[in-house]
DNA sequence: CCGCCCACAATGTGATCACAAATATGAGCG
DNA sequence: CGCTCATATTTGTGATCACATTGTGGGCGG
């Protein structure tokens, strides 16, 4: 009986508390909502020195936000910001979709007005950060609104992955930082939440599919343009 | 001109030669075919000492693999081989036929008949493997041919999402090893090669679904049957 | 005989160091 | 004055150690 006493000690993720932990949200948090430039290098004791630790916290955090494809490890053994690519970001929108979509549906039957009322302060909290061109609070505002949807879907597959893209797409938002107003910002969340409260699945679906192409539609344009400034300059 | 010189140099995902990524690829195939029974714990000096190698190696290796969903990190700080539940594999089943269907129809373009050619020849592999019981060369083959052809698909986002839903079903399969013959095991791999000539985009979404639907059908019943069995004893 | 408590072993985390590869720097030569 | 090559510096990788926490077993008291 040496393998008994609760098969199932309270699933948890990660252990808080941990140097390492620390670093590692820190990080991630300034990548998804895009602080970073992509192809930005960095360096493990650049950034230990910078959040006061010693090589190891800054060395796991980094490596683990390369295995979750936040960050990307060069052949030269450097880790860098990713570049972005049109097609790329085509590809990570494709999967959102795939992964979002099929979260919302999940989500659904767990959703109530509750979660709607929720929902709707999460977007006039977002129209008052476009009001005062509040750039990152509307970011953050965007990625609460739909995580707080997809947590309604129980289980411990689909979160993480979803979590994996919208890292991946953070660098990206960084190309989009000054572009706050002029760029299309209309969003499907009145659709979405009108669908809760409806108790249409579909028509959830639908809103969260359009949600995501909409809003990342007009700026692989944006992107490109861009892309040729950095390569060339810095 | 510090950041120029290539922009891309040949997107890889890490740098071989190093230690830690031999650990991490040999504990990842071991994974990836089921050899771990769920819920096996493992100690980072145990394996060092297997691998003959000191801490650090072993330790990133887990620690990716953790991050890569591939072994849970239990919050006493152990790291252990996930538990399998239903509901766990029925949602890494739906994430699949997501990831998948979307990955199958963005190589259909780049599909040919050299490419149907040599998924037969892993299809007739299969089949010999299934003739021989060899269990793990069934489960082997059946990965090249997923593979094969997602592969097909350009694009750096949507294959490591699927390796590592593989990577999660890995320990599932180890309750299902002695069932070989047993269980059911016809694929829609023929129909996937017939869509691919046929130049059928759907017919090929379709059969790459049902292959997976059909593939994970029965066996979360069995999940439940083996559960029972080692909750109690072992 | 049962339950609690304490000592001991095992384990993950963090720090520090050694080393080799890669990069940047600067001197010397054509 | 420009290029090349040697040298110094930076960086990631691996090893070793110290420490706190957790797990385990035995012994003491009830």
Redesign the pocket.
């Known amino acids: 009986m040496?393998d008994r006493?609760d098969p199932f000690p309270t699933e948890e993720t990660s252990?808080a508390g941990?140097?390492?932990?620390r670093v590692y949200r820190e990080l991630r948090e300034e990548i998804m909502l895009g602080r970073f430039r992509p192809g930005e290098a960095?360096?493990?004791?650049?950034l230990a020195e910078k959040l006061g630790?010693?090589?190891?916290?800054a060395?796991?955090a980094l490596?683990r936000l390369v295995a979750e494809r936040a960050l990307d490890?060069l052949p030269?053994?450097?880790?860098a910001v990713p570049h972005m690519t049109p097609e790329t970001f085509r590809e990570l929108t494709e999967a959102r979709v795939a992964l979002e979509v099929l979260a919302a549906r999940r989500a659904f039957p767990e959703t109530d007005s509750a979660l709607a009322d929720q929902l709707d302060v999460i977007n006039d909290e977002q129209d008052v950060a476009i009001a005062k061109g509040d750039w990152a609070g509307y970011q953050e505002r965007n990625r609460a609104f739909h995580f707080a949807l997809y947590e309604r879907a129980p289980g411990r597959v689909l979160m993480p992955l979803i979590e994996s893209l919208w890292l991946q797409i953070g660098p990206f938002l960084y190309l989009t930082r000054e572009s706050l107003g002029t760029t299309y910002l209309e969003d499907r969340h009145v659709e979405a939440i009108a669908a809760i409260r409806d108790r249409d699945e579909d028509a959830l679906a639908l809103a969260v599919e359009q949600d995501i192409r909409d809003g990342m539609g007009g700026l692989p344009a944006l992107l490109t343009q861009r892309e040729a400034r950095t390569a060339t300059g810095r």
């Open positions: 040496s006493s252990p941990t140097l390492q932990e960095m360096t493990i004791r650049g630790t010693s090589m190891m916290p060395r796991e490596r490890l030269n053994r450097r880790i």
